[in-house]
């Protein structure tokens, strides 16, 4: 009876740090800005950006070096790619991402 009642309680244990371990990356995005994409290009090309992640409804969200997450929407799909090689060496690094 011990033996079961620790294998459940081991097997509780599993699942709940699985689950813990998992919502961290699905939680939304805390408070990100909304901006135009005329907004958006002018930050990236700052230099200020160090992450880009495209979806394919054409949100982009890019976050910034200050830790900022800011949201637009861009014209075409992988509008977002084509504006980071525009960019040039400010965009260099920035680390992209799409669904």
């Known amino acids: 009876m ?18 813990l371990a998992y919502f961290p990356l699905t939680q939304q995005l805390s408070n990100p800005y909304d901006v135009s994409w005329e907004n958006a290009i002018r930050i990236l ?9 495209q979806t394919h409804h054409l949100d982009v969200t890019l976050s910034l070096k200050n830790e900022t997450v800011l949201m637009t929407r861009e014209p ?10 525009r960019c040039g060496d400010p965009c260099q690094n920035i680390v992209k991402a799409t669904e």
């Open 76 to 85: 075409t799909i992988d509008a977002i790619f084509h504006e980071i090689v």
């Open 2 to 19: 011990r033996k079961r009642i620790w294998i459940l309680a081991l097997s509780l244990l599993v699942v709940t740090s699985s689950i």
């Open 45 to 53: 090309n700052t230099g200020q950006v160090i992450r880009v992640f």
